[in-house]
């Protein structure tokens, strides 16, 4: 089953609760939620007090991508908040698997990303405590961007990685320049989760885009 999460980042900030609704009508399966500190990229977005806020707005399970410098700081304030995926980057921790303990200490699942110049194979010591691998199919910081073909390759090594886990229940993310057609390639490489921001929150028909992405 291939799900379906828009980014918050491409939504209308104005009118975040309107937003966040409507795409849940419209199918979204999560609510992808970019975390920026303006340091590990060079772009400030939320933090935990408008998770917060949007929390009782929607039934949609959050998933947060912490593209911060200190994600470990972080991560009791969401669990009380009440987020289901907590997802921070390989290259701004050097104790993964200390964090990813803490994370599910918490009540969370814990997902590692990998921006797109990062090697799949640094998640092999991780692998098995892991509940989402996210590959970055462009460089965060910023929506809008154009899908890096190089992806598809990462998704294959992230699923051959994960097939050699006993009983792994993760999943395969993909956020970056996801659309009805860069979607393709990725499906049959291996990813189950697709982020999905401009092209959801740009579509005059919200659910018959994610419907193309999910299925196409």
């Excluded at 918490?106 to 990303?113: H, I, P």
């Excluded at 699923?159 to 956020?175: F, G, H």
């Amino acid at each position: 089953m291939i799900k379906i999460a828009p980014s918050m980042l491409s939504a209308n900030f104005a009118t975040l609760s309107e937003e966040i609704k409507s795409i849940e009508l419209a199918g979204a399966d999560l609510l992808h939620i970019d975390i920026m500190d303006g340091h590990f990229v060079p772009n400030l977005t939320f933090g935990a007090p408008i998770v917060k806020a949007i929390r009782p707005y929607t039934q949609l399970p959050f998933d947060v991508h912490l593209m911060v410098t200190n994600p470990g700081d972080y991560v009791e304030e969401f669990a009380k908040i009440g987020v289901e995926y907590f997802t921070f980057h390989q290259e701004t921790v050097p104790h993964m698997h200390r964090l990813i303990q803490h994370i599910k200490q918490c009540s969370m699942k814990a997902g590692v990303a990998l921006n797109p110049s990062t090697p799949v194979s640094l998640l092999e010591d991780v692998a098995a405590d892991l509940d989402m691998i996210l590959i970055m199919s462009v460089n965060p910081g910023f929506g809008g961007q154009s899908f890096i073909p190089n992806a598809i390759k990462k998704v294959k090594q992230a699923k051959m990685l994960l097939e050699e886990v006993d009983n792994t229940t993760a999943v395969i993310e993909v956020d970056g320049g996801i659309n009805d057609i860069t979607c393709v390639p990725i499906k049959r490489a291996g990813a189950t989760v697709l982020v999905a921001g401009s092209a959801v929150f740009g579509a005059d028909d919200r659910a018959h885009m994610i419907e193309s992405i999910r299925n196409n």
